[in-house]
């Protein structure tokens, strides 16, 4: 009888280790708020990120982040930017695309896109890449994401 409480108190202490140890990670939460139209700057942002994200992660810490996008940074969304954007500009946003499509996929960065600025930039809904939800207007997901905790960083 008492070997079997033995056993019921080890399990119930390793448990407790295993919760005060998930309940000590912090999580960081942020939004990052996109409209610059400085190619070599959104670039940058995009790296900056996956960086950020990684240095949150080896602490073992969680980072949960999401991205908005309107105004002129929106091209980097398209599947056509190099039809959109400066000739000078298609290097750096396709670079730029290409870190934001690894924080989408593999990262689990939420990527929203306003519609309006889509319209305004002559980008088509079927053109935009396939991990991009698009919003109605990214200023309500912004604050909404602030409403529900989220840091507000900006790029502009």
């Known amino acids: 009888m008492y070997s079997d409480w033995g056993s019921r108190m080890k399990r119930l202490l390793l448990l407790a280790a295993l919760m005060s140890g998930i309940a000590g990670a912090d999580e960081y939460k942020a939004v990052f708020d996109c409209s610059s139209g400085d190619a070599d700057y959104i670039k940058s942002r995009m790296w900056l990120i996956g960086k950020t994200m990684d240095m949150i992660e080896q602490k073992g810490d969680k980072a949960t982040f999401a991205i908005t996008l309107h105004g002129n940074c929106v091209p ?44 305004v930039n002559g980008i088509e ?13 990214s200023f309500v997901d912004t604050i909404r994401f602030q409403n529900n905790g989220y840091a507000l960083m900006t790029f502009r």
């Open 76 to 119: 980097m969304v398209s599947k056509a930017y190099d039809e959109i954007v400066d000739d000078e500009d298609e290097e750096a946003i396709g670079i730029a695309q290409k870190r934001l499509q690894t924080l989408a996929t593999k990262r689990h960065v939420k990527v929203i896109a306003c519609a309006m600025s889509l319209d």
């Open 125 to 137: 809904k079927k053109e935009v890449l396939p991990f991009v939800t698009i919003s109605p207007n």
